[in-house]
T-cell receptor, first 113, second 109 residues
């Protein structure tokens, strides 16, 4: 089992460019999450998907969109990147809600210049 | 005031020492998570507990629901234990965890 995979691992964008971060899990989990972690800071929830076909905003959703493509895949899109979105992005999944263990992907390090 | 508070923020110890990291929370929870973030950035779940105590190798996690407090202990600490340790509170039927700020642990040889 690969667990949670994310692509790409690194990305540099210019201000205004768009990109999609991909995430997939092979554990048959219902819930998936996107977090961002700024340097020296804790994790902040961007969006989550409780189950296939549903998505909800987290703590910091502005500037992002998500798609739960199927049970395995959950993508995060930046439509017009801004320097404030420079961060490390983590995808995670869990069997169901927050009382269940979360499994994290390796992260995507994004720099917006 | 954060709903989940960790202490200490930073901890440096010598190899072999017994380590304790504390997590206090102010909300009613169903589960308390402990995670480890390696210097390379990867995040691994260590424990999820709702009562009592759990042990995995040299790591022990305890929780006192009445006192709203959890501790993570590391016995016979080793430089490879150097990492950021994070606690997070989860509530039943809620998809969002409430995250602590993390404790940066450095174990010197």
């Amino acid at each position: 089992n690969a667990g949670v995979t994310q692509t790409p691992k690194f990305q540099v964008l210019k201000t205004g460019q768009s990109m999609t971060l991909q995430c997939a899990q092979d554990m048959n989990h219902n819930s998936m999450y996107w977090y961002r972690q700024d340097p020296g800071m804790g994790l902040r929830l961007i969006y989550y998907s409780a189950s296939e076909g549903t998505t909800d905003k987290g703590e910091v959703p502005n500037g992002y969109n998500v798609s739960r493509l199927n049970k395995r895949e959950f993508s995060l899109r930046l439509e017009s990147a801004a320097p404030s979105q420079t961060s490390v992005y983590f995808c995670a999944s869990s069997e169901r809600w927050a009382v269940y263990e979360q499994y994290f992907g390796p992260g995507t390090r994004l720099t917006v210049t | 005031k954060n709903e989940v508070e960790q202490s200490p923020q930073n901890l440096t110890a010598q190899e072999g020492e017994f380590i304790t990291i504390n997590c206090s929370y102010s909300v009613g929870i169903s589960a308390l998570h402990w995670l480890q973030q390696h210097p390379g950035g990867g995040i691994v779940s260590l424990f999820m507990l709702s009562s009592g105590k759990k042990k995995h190798g040299r790591l022990i996690a305890t929780i006192n629901i009445q006192e709203k407090h959890s501790s993570l202990h590391i016995t016979a600490s080793h430089p490879r234990d150097s990492a950021v340790y994070i606690c997070a509170a989860g509530m039943d039927s809620n998809y969002q965890l409430i995250w602590g700020a993390g404790t940066k642990l450095i174990i010197k040889p």
